[in-house]
């Protein structure tokens, strides 16, 4: 079983910036594609960004591109977010994500391909 834990949210000005934290836990965990999702109110999760198990490989919605950047540090079992140049459409609750699939060097945008999932942590943009 894996445990993903998220940190590091909380209330910023537009334009500031947060850095995002994902530990993890449980066997062969840092092995695993992860990925970061978001989910504002009334509206359906989204992809943000995702990494391959090695780093080598990263994906970020299109809203996100040159802002945020995400990254891992294996020997820690933590994933990062982090965020600059946040805006008001960036407020929602942040999720990391894993998806159970051992040395592969893809990443996956689809919340429904993760099967592990972080409680979440709030991040909210004041304009």
């Known amino acids: 079983q894996v445990q993903l834990v998220e940190s590091g949210g909380g209330l910023v000005q537009a334009g500031g910036s947060l850095r995002l934290s994902c530990a993890a836990s449980?066997?062969?965990?840092?092995?695993?594609?992860m990925g970061w999702f978001r989910q504002a109110p009334g509206k359906e999760r989204e992809f943000v960004a995702a990494?391959?198990?090695?780093?080598?490989?990263?994906r970020y919605a299109d809203s996100v591109k040159g802002r945020f950047t995400i990254s891992r540090d294996n020997a820690n079992n933590t994933v990062y977010l982090q965020m600059n140049s946040l805006k008001p459409d960036d407020t929602a609750v942040y999720y990391c994500a894993a998806k159970r699939l051992v040395g592969i060097a893809l990443v996956w945008v689809n919340p429904l391909d993760y099967d592990y999932w972080g409680q979440g942590t709030q991040v909210t943009v004041s304009s």
């Open positions: 449980g066997r062969a965990s840092m092995r695993y594609p």
């Open positions: 990494i391959s198990w090695s780093g080598g490989n990263t």
